[in-house]
């Protein structure tokens, strides 16, 4: 049984979970290095991500110092994605960010965004 006790919306909640289907972590270039999603339950580590900077090449999204950071996916197996693990209403979570602190970058944070299935 879920404690609702701490939570208003606990009681409208149906159903065994969710299965993520999208994480993106949000860090700052130069200093972001990696950033890590696991479920501290299982130990599991749902989602690493490093960024990819850019080379200068004069391309779309190229552009030197530029950082994309790829998201983490998960869905059906035949198009090509990993499937999805269940997490519960009480699964624990944890996210663990890598910087780089020779670059100065003031408000330097780390958060994610992410998306799922009720199920």
């Given at each position: 049984m879920v404690d609702c006790s701490y939570?208003?919306?606990?009681?409208?909640?149906?159903?065994?979970?969710i299965n993520l289907i999208y994480a993106g972590g949000h860090?700052?270039?130069?200093s972001c290095l990696s950033l890590e999603l696991y479920n501290v339950d299982t130990g599991e580590l749902l989602c690493r991500q490093e960024p990819v900077y850019g080379q200068g090449s004069g391309k779309p999204f190229d552009e030197l110092g530029y950082a994309a950071i790829p998201?983490?996916?998960?869905?059906?197996a035949e198009e090509g994605?990993?499937?999805?693990t269940l997490l519960?209403?009480?699964?624990n979570l944890m996210s663990i960010k890598r910087?780089?602190?020779?670059y100065t970058h003031y408000g330097e944070m780390a958060s994610w965004q992410m998306r799922g299935v009720f199920v």
């Amino acid at each position: 049984m879920v404690d609702c006790s701490y939570d208003p919306d606990c009681h409208n909640r149906s159903g065994n979970g969710i299965n993520l289907i999208y994480a993106g972590g949000h860090c700052h270039a130069p200093s972001c290095l990696s950033l890590e999603l696991y479920n501290v339950d299982t130990g599991e580590l749902l989602c690493r991500q490093e960024p990819v900077y850019g080379q200068g090449s004069g391309k779309p999204f190229d552009e030197l110092g530029y950082a994309a950071i790829p998201p983490c996916l998960w869905g059906p197996a035949e198009e090509g994605l990993v499937p999805s693990t269940l997490l519960s209403w009480t699964t624990n979570l944890m996210s663990i960010k890598r910087n780089n602190n020779t670059y100065t970058h003031y408000g330097e944070m780390a958060s994610w965004q992410m998306r799922g299935v009720f199920v």
